[in-house]
């Protein structure tokens, strides 16, 4: 038995999130586990809009934003790690929770840092709201905010 078959790793596109799943990939291809990248669509955020339409097409870009930023996971995935991907809607933290027992996963692994500026104001802290809640352990990777486009140019070139 293996210690890890199924990792859940969030992502919400960011470089940042790139460092995190270095870390991720190479615990998979160690463990033969799967990887579950997961995008949660804060639509919240967006409720004050008036206009139906407007609300449409902002549901529409963001759910185009979350599938670019799951297969982006998947395209940084080495070829003996199996990646399946996840859009949801909702609050992101509860989600990532609730994600961690849909899918049963062993692991979940996510930076300290995502998205920076007034959401990260606003929304206060993903990463610690996961790590109290969740059913399974979480392995938190520190990530660089400065240079960190440099150290997801350095993940890619050791994951190739």
Do not use: W
Request: net charge negative; aromatic share 2%.
């Amino acid at each position: 038995m293996t210690l890890y078959d199924s990792i859940l790793v969030p992502t919400d596109g960011s470089r940042e999130v790139e460092q995190a799943l270095e870390h991720a990939f190479d615990l998979a291809a160690t463990h033969n586990a799967t990887i579950h990248a997961l995008y949660v669509i804060n639509a919240a955020g967006y409720g004050g809009l008036q206009m139906e339409a407007a609300l449409e097409g902002i549901a529409t870009a963001l759910h185009g934003e979350g599938e670019a930023a799951v297969n982006r996971v998947e395209q940084l995935a080495p070829a003996n790690v199996t990646v399946e991907t996840t859009v949801r809607k909702g609050a992101p933290s509860q989600v990532i929770v609730d994600e961690a027992d849909t899918v049963a996963c062993d692991l979940v692994v996510m930076g300290t840092h995502g998205r920076g500026g007034i959401d990260r104001l606003l929304l206060g802290s993903v990463t610690e709201r996961v790590v109290r809640r969740s059913p399974v352990p979480v392995l938190t990777v520190q990530v660089e905010q400065n240079g960190a486009e440099d150290a997801s140019e350095r993940s890619r070139i050791a994951l190739q």
